[in-house]
């Protein structure tokens, strides 16, 4: 490899409170006309003062402890200057030289991305432009329903490698977020958003490139798109000897492609210095342990319960236990019957497959715990084959008929009959003189034909291991 990419993000989460992070105005910014949550704090009206939401705190502490964060005992905002229209104050709440909690992680497939902090602030306005995008709108809106939304800032280090390891980040720290309840994770409703910083090494001449920020990107399919594209352009610039400029870009994703926005600013550009009119965040350890014991079993936790619970693989441990909703889907289900791993393999492969192709939320699966349960009975008692039992859960998951029924509609149950399949693999060796003597002529390989040949006489319905023994031994007479 001659390239070493390497990428850093930031992801702004809004926090799950009923109101701003500084005033009593709603925070529900998605749902509302523009311009109709606001008060003279959030627009930064002449003697406003804002008062501090202890509900963000908490979910901020709740955060910083399901990524494994250090909780700072003293964190403190600051005023971090600059003017955007969407920006009544001219400043941002937020916190910089003392965060609420650093040195934090997440583990992404055995590895261990570092969390550099996590730190609250309120968030900006929202601008509309006219026309498709930014770069060509003659005239832009602004809605001030988000300022003063709380958010926490997460602040990666530079251990994320490729634009595919920054998106399972992404998915992953959202559902963690998820899990706990601290955001909902809402990336088409701003909910969640990532500045992504990417810079590339050449490693046979030691040169790296300058650091290119790629700003707010609102989904995960965009995060890998966005870094794939910048990951190109900066090599492509190298190997055409051309300077990388320090800057930040944005994605359009009509193009596909990022554009310039402006050179990136520095900690200097800000001039932060201590927001006087809120004091000082002080966190005591009691505080903390009093919100630890309201948080539930997180996703790497849950994994490893259910290996050793359920004794289900690992790979699929981690798939179940990624999302709640499914992990609590997958529970149900292996509590009622005898083998989870199973139930395991039914949802990873052929759920998850039909889900995809008909474009249906779990909660809106009619194949409930119960199903599983009886299709599972209908296997072991020899009543239907496991090729059938994959039919009938398509079935299911179409009409939510229980399994029993659907085989008695159909006639699925199982060939068990030895002297009924002897009859048909006769007629079959019968029909097929030219593949048996090729058979006994040494062509073995032959025998998977004849196999095949009864499933499709049967619709499936022969009972594998019978059908199996006795092509052999008719073969082989």
Request: charged fraction near 30%; charge should be negative; glycine fraction near 4%.
């Given at each position: 490899?001659?390239?070493?990419?390497?990428?850093?993000?930031?992801?702004?989460?809004?926090?799950?409170?009923?109101?701003?992070?500084?005033?009593?105005?709603?925070?529900?910014?998605?749902?509302?006309?523009?311009?109709?949550?606001?008060?003279?704090?959030?627009?930064?009206?002449?003697?406003?003062?804002?008062?501090?939401?202890?509900?963000?705190?908490?979910?901020?502490?709740?955060?910083?402890?399901?990524?494994?964060?250090k909780?700072?005992?003293?964190?403190?905002?600051?005023?971090?200057?600059?003017?955007?229209?969407?920006?009544?104050?001219?400043?941002?709440?937020?916190?910089?030289?003392?965060?609420?909690?650093?040195?934090?992680?997440?583990?992404?497939?055995?590895?261990?991305?570092?969390?550099?902090?996590?730190?609250?602030?309120?968030?900006?306005?929202?601008?509309?432009?006219?026309?498709?995008?930014?770069?060509?709108?003659?005239?832009?809106?602004?809605?001030?329903?988000?300022?003063?939304?709380?958010?926490?800032?997460?602040?990666?280090?530079?251990?994320?490698?490729?634009?595919?390891?920054?998106?399972?980040?992404?998915?992953?720290l959202?559902?963690?977020?998820?899990?706990?309840?601290i955001?909902?994770?809402?990336?088409?409703?701003?909910?969640?958003?990532?500045?992504?910083?990417?810079?590339?090494?050449?490693?046979?001449?030691?040169?790296?490139?300058?650091?290119?920020?790629?700003?707010?990107?609102?989904?995960?399919?965009?995060?890998?798109?966005?870094?794939?594209?910048?990951?190109?352009?900066?090599?492509?610039?190298?190997?055409?000897?051309?300077?990388?400029?320090?800057?930040?870009?944005?994605?359009?994703?009509?193009?596909?492609?990022?554009?310039?926005m402006?050179?990136?600013?520095?900690?200097?550009?800000?001039?932060?210095?201590?927001?006087?009119?809120?004091?000082?965040?002080?966190v005591?350890?009691?505080?903390?342990?009093?919100?630890?014991?309201?948080?539930?079993?997180?996703?790497?936790?849950?994994?490893?319960?259910f290996?050793?619970?359920?004794?289900?693989?690992?790979?699929?441990?981690?798939?179940?236990?990624?999302?709640?909703?499914?992990?609590?889907?997958?529970?149900?289900?292996?509590?009622?019957?005898?083998?989870?791993?199973?139930?395991?393999?039914?949802?990873?492969?052929?759920?998850?497959?039909?889900?995809n192709k008909?474009?249906?939320?779990?909660?809106?699966?009619?194949?409930k715990?119960?199903?599983?349960?009886?299709?599972?009975?209908?296997?072991?008692?020899?009543?239907?084959?496991?090729?059938?039992?994959?039919?009938?859960?398509?079935?299911?998951?179409?009409?939510?008929?229980?399994?029993?029924?659907?085989?008695?509609e159909?006639?699925?149950?199982?060939?068990?009959?030895?002297?009924?399949?002897?009859?048909?693999?006769?007629?079959?060796?019968?029909?097929?003189?030219?593949?048996?003597?090729?058979?006994?002529?040494?062509k073995?390989?032959?025998?998977?034909?004849?196999?095949?040949?009864?499933?499709?006489?049967?619709?499936?319905?022969?009972?594998?291991?019978?059908?199996?023994?006795?092509?052999?031994?008719?073969?082989?007479?």
């Open positions: 490899m001659k390239y070493k990419t390497t990428i850093g993000l930031e992801i702004h989460t809004q926090l799950l409170t009923k109101t701003k992070a500084f005033c009593s105005c709603s925070s529900n910014a998605f749902d509302s006309d523009p311009n109709t949550n606001i008060c003279p704090v959030c627009t930064g009206q002449p003697g406003a003062l804002p008062v501090f939401n202890e509900e963000a705190l908490n979910l901020g502490i709740k955060a910083a402890i399901a990524l494994n964060a909780i700072n005992e003293f964190s403190r905002f600051d005023r971090k200057n600059y003017f955007y229209p969407d920006l009544p104050k001219g400043y941002q709440i937020t916190q910089y030289f003392f965060p609420l909690a650093n040195n934090g992680y997440i583990e992404i497939d055995g590895k261990k991305i570092r969390i550099n902090r996590i730190h609250l602030e309120e968030d900006s306005g929202k601008m509309f432009h006219e026309g498709e995008d930014l770069e060509n709108a003659s005239f832009s809106f602004v809605d001030y329903n988000r300022s003063g939304i709380p958010l926490i800032e997460i602040v990666t280090e530079p251990d994320i490698e490729s634009p595919e390891e920054a998106r399972k980040f992404m998915e992953k959202r559902n963690i977020l998820r899990y706990a309840e955001s909902s994770g809402d990336m088409e409703k701003g909910a969640l958003r990532c500045d992504a910083n990417i810079s590339i090494t050449d490693i046979e001449k030691n040169i790296s490139s300058n650091r290119v920020e790629v700003k707010n990107i609102n989904s995960f399919k965009f995060v890998e798109k966005a870094l794939e594209y910048e990951r190109d352009r900066i090599i492509n610039a190298m190997e055409n000897g051309e300077n990388i400029p320090q800057e930040t870009r944005g994605w359009n994703f009509a193009t596909r492609s990022t554009f310039s402006r050179s990136k600013e520095e900690e200097a550009d800000y001039r932060y210095f201590p927001e006087p009119d809120i004091p000082p965040i002080l005591t350890n009691e505080k903390i342990e009093e919100i630890r014991k309201t948080m539930p079993e997180m996703i790497d936790e849950k994994a490893k319960r290996i050793k619970q359920y004794n289900i693989k690992e790979y699929d441990a981690d798939i179940l236990a990624s999302d709640k909703v499914l992990a609590e889907y997958f529970e149900n289900a292996a509590k009622v019957v005898k083998n989870p791993q199973f139930v395991s393999n039914l949802i990873i492969t052929d759920l998850m497959r039909e889900m008909n474009n249906i939320e779990l909660s809106d699966v009619k194949i715990a119960e199903h599983y349960k009886e299709l599972e009975e209908l296997i072991d008692t020899g009543k239907i084959s496991t090729k059938i039992a994959k039919d009938i859960f398509i079935e299911i998951f179409q009409n939510g008929k229980m399994p029993s029924e659907i085989v008695k159909k006639g699925l149950e199982q060939i068990d009959d030895d002297s009924v399949i002897e009859e048909i693999v006769k007629k079959i060796i019968e029909n097929n003189q030219k593949q048996y003597e090729q058979y006994k002529n040494g073995t390989k032959l025998f998977g034909f004849f196999v095949g040949q009864v499933m499709k006489e049967t619709k499936g319905k022969a009972n594998p291991e019978k059908a199996n023994k006795i092509v052999k031994k008719l073969l082989d007479s």
